[in-house]
């Protein structure tokens, strides 16, 4: 015992793996990839750009597009992060493409909205426009990658529809006792 042989079990380091947040790209296709990095880039060039604004006869627009430009950065970049890292192995995958599909058409949405209110109330200068282009481009980034994944989701269910075709010929339709 004074070797130390009892404790050896329990004090030895085990074999496991240790847990990383190594960035992977194996979850997205190249084209969602792209989708998404373009609303990160989009929605952070249109919060940035209405940033700039020095004056506004009426603000309620520009804080309006305020709140959701940056949201929709933020948002964006977390499922991006979320989709790219191992975080990814951690959530159910159904539920992480219904939350994706979700948010992605709520924010592509609202962000739209948010873009036509700002357009409406802004005073035209160069900077409020810019904005307002970069907030119609990251609607429409979000909006189309929402159709990508409602389409997808389509395709997979039609898919599995035609495979679960009840067939007389397979053991499951055939009498127990024959």
Do not use: H
């Not at 004074?2 to 074999?15: F, L, R």
């Not at 959701?68 to 951690?90: D, M, N, W």
């Amino acid at each position: 015992m004074e070797n130390g042989a009892v404790y050896n079990q329990t004090t030895e380091p085990q074999g496991g793996k240790a847990a990383s947040c190594l960035c992977t790209l194996r979850q997205l296709p190249f084209a969602r990839l792209l989708l998404k990095a373009a609303q990160v880039l989009l929605s952070f060039l249109a919060f940035i750009c209405e940033e700039i604004v020095e004056s506004c006869i009426l603000c309620g627009g520009l804080y309006f597009f305020e709140f959701l430009s940056c949201s929709a950065f933020f948002l964006s970049i977390l499922v991006l992060i979320v989709y790219c890292t191992s975080a990814y192995e951690t959530f159910e995958k159904d539920t992480l493409k219904k939350l994706d599909i979700w948010a992605t058409t709520v924010v592509g949405v609202l962000f739209f909205i948010a873009s036509i209110v700002f357009a409406a109330t802004s005073d035209k200068s160069a900077v409020e426009t810019v904005a307002i282009v970069f907030g119609f481009l990251a609607s429409i980034a979000f909006l189309v990658d929402c159709i990508q994944m409602l389409m997808e989701k389509r395709k997979m269910k039609e898919g599995k529809l035609e495979n679960t075709g009840n067939t007389q010929n397979t053991q499951e339709n055939q009498p127990l006792n024959n």
